[in-house]
């Protein structure tokens, strides 16, 4: 098996806006980051976010970021030990706080590429049940600690 997740943010501005311009001239970087990470298998790509945002989510804003891991080690690794730590840290700056779930994990099948609506399915469940072998978080997993380290939810 190997480990899906994802994760949405809203936007203060637009994408196109200025004042996301920081956050924007990051993105290719940290996904090529991503691309070549240990353990990295896929992400989702190529969509019209603002279309896929307004029809997932109700709002144009919201960003779906979708991917797949080979193990949870590699996707923690990624996400507090590269570049993305340091656009992680600055995310008040171009995103909303999001009172629901705003990141998920569960298990899929080698060759699986889950859907946006999948992704929103999984995270809807997490916030309506909470950590179950369906959809998860970091406090799930129970060797997944970087995520403390870095007061992340």
């Known amino acids: 098996m190997l480990l899906a997740e994802a994760n ?3 936007a203060k ?3 196109d806006d200025p004042a ?3 956050f924007v001239q990051r993105l290719d970087a940290v996904n090529a980051v991503a691309d070549r990470s240990p353990g990295f298998v896929w992400r ?3 969509a019209d976010l603002a279309a896929l945002g307004r029809r997932l989510f109700g709002n144009p804003r ?3 970021n979708l ?3 080979q193990t ?3 996707l ?3 996400v507090w030990n590269t570049v993305h730590k340091q656009v992680y840290r600055r995310k008040a700056e171009w995103f909303d706080a999001i009172a629901s779930h705003h990141f998920a994990m569960w298990w899929v099948e080698d060759g699986h590429r889950p859907s946006p609506l999948e992704a929103r399915e999984r995270l809807d469940h997490l916030a309506r049940h909470g950590n179950t072998d369906h959809a998860f978080d970091w406090a799930h997993l129970p060797h997944g600690k970087l995520w403390q380290d870095q007061r992340c939810a």
Do not use: C, K, N, T
């Open 8 to 10: 949405i943010a809203r």
């Open 13 to 15: 501005h637009p994408l």
């Open 20 to 22: 996301m311009a920081g």
């Open 44 to 46: 989702f790509q190529g």
């Open 62 to 64: 919201v960003i779906l």
């Open 67 to 69: 991917s797949v891991w």
């Open 72 to 74: 949870p080690a590699d």
């Open 76 to 78: 923690e690794h990624y």
